[in-house]
């Protein structure tokens, strides 16, 4: 029952922080300081714990840290997609930028958020809390390996979740059947799944199980010719944005689009 109680733990903090965000950003770009603000509160607190908790071993103080970690992770993602922690570049490339030069580009406009990132990676574990350092660390490498995906080119795209604000990030989203990191992310993820679950499953293994299956579950999805976009339709504020058209485009642009859920 604990490793039930486990994975579904998972599940349902996933679920419900990407839901969320996905609401919040939804939401018109005015109450975009409130959510962040209160988001700000509870970024606070989830620090205390993460250091209050860093020689706890119980299933509580493991799941807690793990909750903690998750957090202080969606707080790093309504930073950037509400526009506050970016980069530097704030437009979209020339037509035609290709290469080195448009990966440049993807990296400036995302710089600070990724320092802020490292930031929140090295203070967890500078604290010592094991748990909320490979909670964290793991969220961080899934998402960073489905954005440099994204940028290479997937098959499923859906533009219309990139807030009007962050328009320059569509410009380094790509739609294509397959991208050559993409099955090379794919087996990193089946060996790391493979071997957590071939562990003696603790509460937190399994909590480190089931996030990886999440995170490689997301990735498939990418590549799937279905509309998986709609999967998070119900989460969006039907008042905060005037349009919001999340049927497939017939002639996608040649290098824009697509977002994967706002945590991974």
Request: proline share 3%; hydrophobic share 55%.
């Amino acid at each position: 029952m604990m490793l039930l109680a486990a994975i579904a733990f998972v599940i349902v903090m996933w679920s419900a922080s990407t839901a969320v965000i996905f609401y919040l950003d939804s939401l018109a770009s005015t109450t975009f300081k409130y959510s962040l603000a209160a988001a700000t509160l509870v970024l606070a607190s989830c620090g205390l714990v993460i250091w209050q908790l860093m020689d706890a071993d119980s299933t509580f103080a493991v799941a807690t840290s793990f909750a903690a970690a998750m957090l202080a992770w969606g707080w790093t993602e309504m930073s950037l997609y509400m526009g506050f922690v970016t980069g530097p570049r704030k437009t979209r490339c020339a037509e035609g930028c290709s290469g080195i030069h448009h990966f440049g580009h993807a990296i400036s406009a995302n710089l600070w958020h990724e320092i802020v990132v490292i930031a929140f990676a090295l203070a967890i574990y500078l604290s010592g809390n094991v748990t909320a350092f490979w909670c964290f660390v793991m969220l961080w490498l899934m998402h960073l390996s489905a954005r440099l995906n994204v940028f290479l080119g997937v098959r499923n795209v859906s533009a219309d979740f990139v807030p009007d604000h962050m328009d320059v990030l569509k410009g380094f989203l790509r739609q294509r059947n397959m991208n050559p990191l993409f099955p090379v992310s794919c087996i990193v993820l089946t060996v790391l799944l493979v071997y957590l679950a071939s562990l003696p499953q603790t509460f937190e293994i399994t909590m480190a199980t089931t996030l990886t299956a999440i995170g490689l579950l997301e990735h498939i999805l990418l590549m799937l010719p279905l509309p998986t976009e709609k999967l998070w339709t119900w989460a969006l504020s039907t008042k905060g944005r005037t349009t919001r058209d999340t049927t497939p485009k017939s002639k996608p642009e040649n290098h824009q689009h697509t977002v994967l859920g706002a945590l991974l």
